[in-house]
T-cell receptor, first 111, second 114 residues
Framework: DAKTTQPTSMDCAEGRAANLPCNHSTISGNEYVYWYRQIHSQGPQYIIHGLKNNETNEMASLIITEDRKSSTLILPHATLRDTAVYYCIVRVTGTASKLTFGTGTRLQVTL | NAGVTQTPKFQVLKTGQSMTLQCAQDMNHEYMSWYRQDPGMGLRLIHYSVGAGITDQGEVPNGYNVSRSTTEDFPLRLLSAAPSQTSVYFC?????????????FGPGTRLTVT
């Protein structure tokens, strides 16, 4: 699986959009980009995934660059409950198992 | 559905003791996995199973055993606990289907080995 690079931490004001970047410059053509988050030592929670098109669901949007070497997770209106560690994961198949977690980005949402 | 459940929530062991961490899911998922998370680190895969009777090693399998006799249960056994196994343990499950993208995680078991 391709290696990912994320900033260690970010801050965001409540109500503003949180944009979390991820670099995956060695990604292969059949590798998906997954995003999970972990709130205060709970079990990780799936957010969204994508292959090459931008994706949106009720939680977030995922923007993948045309060359697929980087992506951005967007939380459109961050709330205090979005304070968490966000993990960007690249996985070779369409199955969800055997994920490789890095250290992620710690997002702090403030008033 | 209860989802993925883990017991116990907390456990303290002495070096050399053995114990089993329990994991169960009621979603009829084929895939189940065990991860450990050390302080300030991401999760690392210990063992996983693609179905009843089938298990395989992950990134950090030493010191742990698993078995999968039913679809629902995937216990993790520590044979002889060591302080290096102090960690938070997460169990996860997902469907086996090719277009499955979401893995469901349990709440974790916090283990301290003294």
């Amino acid at each position: 699986d391709a290696k990912t690079t994320q900033p260690t931490s970010m801050d965001c004001a409540e109500g503003r959009a949180a944009n979390l970047p991820c670099n995956h410059s060695t990604i292969s053509g059949n590798e998906y980009v997954y995003w999970y988050r972990q709130i205060h030592s709970q079990g990780p929670q799936y957010i969204i995934h994508g292959l090459k098109n931008n994706e949106t669901n009720e939680m977030a949007s995922l923007i993948i660059t045309e060359d697929r070497k980087s992506s951005t997770l967007i939380l459109p209106h961050a709330t205090l409950r979005d304070t968490a560690v966000y993990y960007c994961i690249v996985r070779v198949t369409g199955t969800a198992s055997k994920l490789t977690f890095g250290t992620g980005t710690r997002l702090q949402v403030t008033l | 559905n209860a989802g993925v459940t883990q017991t116990p929530k907390f456990q303290v062991l002495k070096t050399g003791q053995s114990m089993t961490l329990q994991c169960a899911q009621d979603m009829n998922h084929e895939y189940m996995s065990w991860y450990r998370q050390d302080p300030g680190m991401g999760l690392r895969l210990i063992h996983y199973s693609v179905g009843a009777g089938i298990t395989d090693q992950g990134e950090v399998p030493n010191g742990y055993n698993v078995s999968r006799s039913t679809t629902e249960d995937f216990p993790l056994r520590l044979l002889s606990a060591a302080p290096s196994q102090t960690s938070v343990y997460f169990c996860a499950s997902s469907y086996r289907a090719e277009r499955t993208y979401e893995q469901y995680f349990g709440p974790g078991t916090r283990l301290t080995v003294t």
